[in-house]
């Protein structure tokens, strides 16, 4: 029975409830159990999670109308989406607020911490229907690509125990992979969902920015946050996306999608024109061998289908892309993290002296934050506040925004010709654990094609293209396994709120590529 079960996509485990083939309680208690058992393995498991629900809830979402006073009266259950999530169990990245369970975004300034009210995305996907199964290890606070970065140990990818799954949302992805979650819900800043769903083997979605209320995200750069769904195929990520988004009152950066998201059907490309642009080799990188093979199996297969595949498009100011973000992204962070002092919740380190009979508070907020942040978290605070420095705010951030409007623009005049953009979602293949960790630009370069477009704001979804044949991957006691390969992932990104078109032509092509998204099932 538990192969049956495991080898259903969610949309699938939603369908065979609603047909009363499946209990959604035995369904919820099958995953408990798998995500329990790698909690409790930690490091010699896949380490995937901080939080494990001891045992299903009554029925999912009754208390969040109740704790959510801002819970809009006509929230769009779209019908071609399906109008319940049927109890098919959610895994939710760490830095969501969970009245329910400890919200500690992957640090230890937030260990034990559980908020008083629900993140909205969450909120929205329970009340639909999804019950909180777990929350996901992550890069602390989101800064980092291989989820090594948590105060709670890395996450090990599936694919090879020896290599990172990616980050910051390698929690979510890895756990999706390994098929102990169905689906969950990440966050992309700058890649977070695509790169660590290219390096797990799944599919990872950044809808447009503003798509998805950030309320109750643990923020790291508020103007480039997004919430989206991280699943085993193309329909699992539309139905998840569906229940997902819409204006939020909470989020006056939210808005209010002009589209219902529809379950994608598209078995054809036939008129899509799909630009790969001139700028694909990373400053001080390049492609892998074997992700250029997939990726270009990747194109003849959508030619194959009807797309007429543009290469002579261009994106002239992509390439300052990682060095603006960089700048932003920490500058941000330095504002956003400011609020992490040990004054009103979180760690509070021990003042070692007092003055005047009186704890020195200087002192105090110095221990905490030397205490609680990590030292990747550490290095892009100071980064972005020397970018907001007096003297240095305009040769720095001031610059870094003028480049992220230059790219904004060159996506437009893109698409005035193209109706979506193909690349590489990363550079590499899962990287083993610790080899990047001592040179951050290597680590940041993972993000190249990434970055881009959550500069511009624009929606981009990662699906799996294929296996790299250069890259054996290690057994379960290290050795090799023979004629093994690690993931590729192909991203498609499209103009703002084009989140259908995109979900369509992936859907066309993941049914072409037939990657087996079950090989990394633990």
Known sequence: MSAEVLALSAAQA????????????????????????????????????????????????????????????????????GSSLAGVPLAVKDLFCTEDAPSQSGSRMLEGYTPPYTASAVARLREAGAPLLAKTNQDEFAMGSSTENSAFGPTLNPWDRTRVPGGSSGGSAAAVAAGLAPWALGTDTGGSIRQPASLCGVVGLKPTYGSVSRYGMIAFASSLDQAGPLTRDVTDAALMLAHMIGRDACDATSLAHPQQIALPSAERLDGVRIGVPAELEPEGSSIEDGVRRCFHRALALAEELGAQVNTDISLPHAPYGLSAYYILAPAEASSNLAR??????????????????????????????????????KRRIMLGTYALSSGYYEAYYGRAQKVRTKIAEDFATAFASVDLIATPTSPGVAFALGEKTADPWSMYLSDYFTVPMSLAGIPAISIPCGLSDEHARAGANGAEANGSGLPVGLQLAGPAFSENKLLDAAHALERAIAFDSTAAHV
């Open 14 to 81: 939603s369908a065979a409830i609603g047909a009363g083939e499946l209990d959604a309680g035995e369904l919820f208690s099958f995953y408990r159990e798998r995500a329990e058992a790698d909690r409790e393995a930690g490091q010699e498991g896949l380490n995937c999670f901080t939080w494990v629900a001891r045992e299903a809830p009554g029925k999912a979402g009754t208390r969040v109308r109740e704790t959510v006073p801002h819970w809009p009266d006509t929230v769009r259950m779209h019908e071609s989406a």
């Open 340 to 377: 992490f002092d040990g004054v009103r919740y979180g760690l509070r380190a021990a003042s070692s002296s007092k003055v005047e009979g009186a704890t020195d508070l200087l002192d105090m907020y110095t221990r905490t934050r030397h205490d609680g942040f990590g030292r990747e978290v």
